[in-house]
């Protein structure tokens, strides 16, 4: 490849083979095209070959949702904003990386068809063999070095904290020595949590099959665990890491000088370092107010629901310009399976106007979820009705055919 470093765009990285799965489709499918063809995600389309989002495997694990009871459409996420074949490379980068999704779709020019899609993997290598810089840094320098780690004998529902706490997905393990013994992944954690989570327990013939729910998050990491853990020099560079991950088919290393674990590496540690040679203008300033119960509400829950409001809107950017996002929470008492009660208020005002959504459910995430999809809707209605100025007025004829009710007129009585 000749592309010189400064000119570099998204279609000298788009990988063309991807794959899909349709949005009615249940997710223990989903997983199973994941397993089958080693992937991380998948793109999502509806019957009418619309792109409906990106299902990943950490999605799945961190819903809590019975696979084989529950459809791709209630999982799927849309990327924060969709990139084309002409876009900046580090620009795109930087959207993959705060999408928290492995693969994101890239659009031909004029934003209409999928023409393949920019996967973590591939774009590193693609950018190591053009950045000789990048490929030669000591990966130490790139990777976490305040790593979590867990012991062998800890429980898995200490380790599942753990990873929520600190947004990982993954935990080097320790035994009694200290030493490295094994690593946990979302991956070990779907082959034998979430696939086996409801086991069919079958009676005398004829009888209904029960399901009874598996509880082994009092587990110790020991019996979940992967104990093939592979491991890299502090020393080794960007270009040999990348080599290694690739020639393994693994997404992180151990990094291990005497014995002891000096840092963790993974694909998404060393995109984040291209995504941070691009420097973003912050469009939309978000403020928060919270309501209720606040000693029970998650600092990072809250961090992650932000930022995924945050996302959502950076997808209108080009439409609204800037602006400033207000979020009110208010978390109730009620309570239903130890989620509480939220009410969710979110007012958009942007150069395009004012717009609010308003959603109450349980769970802060899907509350979130309920009001952007109103924020989304109302945005996505200004946008078509600056196109076609009638719409608003057939929406309303329409509207009328359907509900109005002529009455029974008569004539004067005799």
Same mark, same amino acid.
């Given at each position: ?10 279609? %000298? ?23 089958? &063809? ?9 019957? &009418? ?176 665990? &992967? ?10 560079? @960007? ?21 002891? @674990? ?45 930022? %995924?409001?945050? &996302? ?103």
């Amino acid at each position: 490849m000749t592309t010189e470093k400064g000119s570099l765009k998204v279609n %000298h990285f788009i990988e063309k083979r991807f794959f899909s799965i349709l949005d009615d489709d249940y997710l223990s499918k989903a997983l199973g095209e994941m397993y089958s &063809n080693n992937v991380k995600g998948l793109l999502v389309f509806d019957r &009418n070959c619309i792109f409906k989002g990106v299902l990943t495997e950490e999605i799945i694990t961190k819903s809590y949702l019975d696979p084989s009871t529950t459809k791709v459409k209630s999982l799927a996420v849309m990327p924060p904003k969709n990139i084309t074949e002409n876009d900046d490379v580090y620009k795109a980068a930087y959207i993959l990386f705060n999408s928290h999704l492995p693969i994101i779709p890239v659009f031909d020019k004029d934003k209409k068809e999928i023409i393949g899609v920019l996967e973590i993997k591939s774009l590193i290598k693609k950018y190591s063999e053009i950045d000789k810089q990048f490929s030669n840094m000591r990966i130490i320098d790139i990777a976490t070095t305040d790593v979590v780690t867990v012991n062998e004998y800890d429980t898995l529902g200490n380790a599942l904290r753990l990873m929520r706490e600190n947004k990982i997905t993954r935990l080097p393990i320790l035994g009694k020595n200290g030493k490295l013994t094994g690593i946990l992944t979302l991956h070990d954690i779907i082959e034998k949590l979430i696939k086996p989570k409801y086991r069919s327990q079958k009676f005398r013939e004829g009888e209904r099959v029960s399901r009874e729910k598996i509880k082994i998050t009092e587990y110790p990491v020991k019996e979940i665990m &992967n104990n093939v853990v592979f491991t890299i020099d502090p020393l080794a560079t @960007v270009k040999e890491c990348i080599k290694m991950m690739e020639e393994l088919n693994v997404s992180s290393l151990v990094i291990i000088e005497d014995d002891k @674990v000096k840092g963790i590496v993974t694909d998404k540690d060393i995109l984040g370092y291209i995504a941070s040679l691009y420097q973003k203008p912050e469009k939309f300033k978000v403020l928060y107010a919270i309501s209720g119960d606040v000693e029970e509400l998650d600092k990072y829950e809250l961090e992650d629901a932000i930022e %995924h409001v945050r &996302n959502v809107i950076q997808r209108y950017e080009d439409y609204l310009n800037s602006g400033n996002i207000y979020i009110y929470i208010k978390q109730h008492d009620e309570r239903f399976r130890s989620m509480p009660l939220y009410h969710i208020r979110i007012r958009l005002s942007s150069e395009k106007g004012v717009f609010i959504g308003i959603g109450e459910t349980w769970g802060l995430y899907n509350a979130i979820g309920c009001a952007l999809k109103k924020l989304r809707d109302q945005i996505e209605y200004k946008r078509e009705l600056e196109k076609d100025p009638y719409l608003g007025l057939r929406a309303l004829v329409k509207e009328v055919a359907n509900t109005t009710v002529l009455p029974n007129i008569k004539g004067p009585k005799d």
